[in-house]
């Protein structure tokens, strides 16, 4: 079984701040982690991916995200948050050997002025 | 590319009436999902296909749902009869893997059963 937790429904930063958006997940066995980003009325953004290799990754827009497996979260971050950088994130997760990830329930990032 | 094409945007439909949400993938993608995203359960795999074929329906909520993808480019969604609860907005995705990896997702369908 798979499932991934966003422990944080939202986030609140100010510009120029680093900001940091939380996931942990669990999988039977090897994992697969996403990162996508939604703007309002539009569809979700692949921004990042894990699956092997260093534990840092870097995507789109300035994000990365570092994988720990020993505490099993992958946390979505950036060094300085722009307002553009506002939207609904969500991180998801994929067990090796299954066709279909499993999607947090989001978490709303707000950078304020 | 245009990317992942899906029509209408918007369908205000009464209660019981057929509704058709219709999707084009990204010219070669292999993969193509249906999702549906609500503030209550947030967001759902309802079914996906690889290679035109159905791989996996157990996210369609009830037999009133249902998904064909007759060929590589086009995939249409069917509820029949619609109901308030199925008000929700539709996401069709499409992959270059036989998986969801790095997918690319369409605008959305807004359904609004009244």
């Known amino acids: 079984a798979q499932s991934v937790a966003q422990p944080e429904d939202q986030v609140n930063v100010a510009e120029g701040n680093p900001l940091t958006v939380k996931c942990t997940y669990s999988?039977?066995?090897?994992?697969?982690l996403f990162w996508y980003v939604q703007y309002p009325n539009r569809g979700l953004q692949f921004l990042l991916k894990?699956?092997?290799?260093?534990?840092l990754v870097k995507g789109s827009y300035g994000f990365e995200a570092e994988f720990n497996k020993s505490q099993t979260s992958f946390h979505l971050k950036k060094p300085s948050a722009l307002v553009s950088d506002s939207a609904l994130y969500f991180c998801?997760?994929?067990?090796?050997?299954?066709?279909?990830?499993?999607f947090g329930d989001g978490t709303t990032l707000t950078v304020k002025p | 590319d245009a990317g992942v094409i899906q029509s209408p945007r918007h369908e205000v439909t009464e209660m019981g009436q057929e509704v058709t949400l219709r999707c084009k993938p990204i010219?070669?993608?292999?993969?193509l999902f249906w999702y549906r995203q609500t503030m209550m359960r947030g967001l759902e795999l309802l079914i996906y296909?690889?290679?035109?074929?159905?791989?996996?329906d157990s996210g369609m909520p009830e037999d009133r749902f249902s998904a064909k993808m007759p060929n590589a480019s086009f995939s249409t969604l069917k509820i029949q009869p619609s109901e308030p609860r199925d008000s929700a907005v539709y996401f069709c995705?499409?992959?270059?893997?036989?998986?969801?990896?790095?997918?690319?997702f369409g605008q959305g369908t807004r359904l609004t059963v009244v």
């Open positions: 296909f690889n290679n035109n074929v159905p791989i996996d």
């Open positions: 010219s070669g993608h292999n993969s």
């Open positions: 999988v039977s066995g090897n994992p697969y």
């Open positions: 995705a499409s992959s270059l893997y036989p998986t969801d990896t790095e997918a690319f």
């Open positions: 998801a997760v994929r067990d090796l050997d299954a066709g279909k990830s499993t």
């Open positions: 894990y699956i092997t290799g260093d534990n």
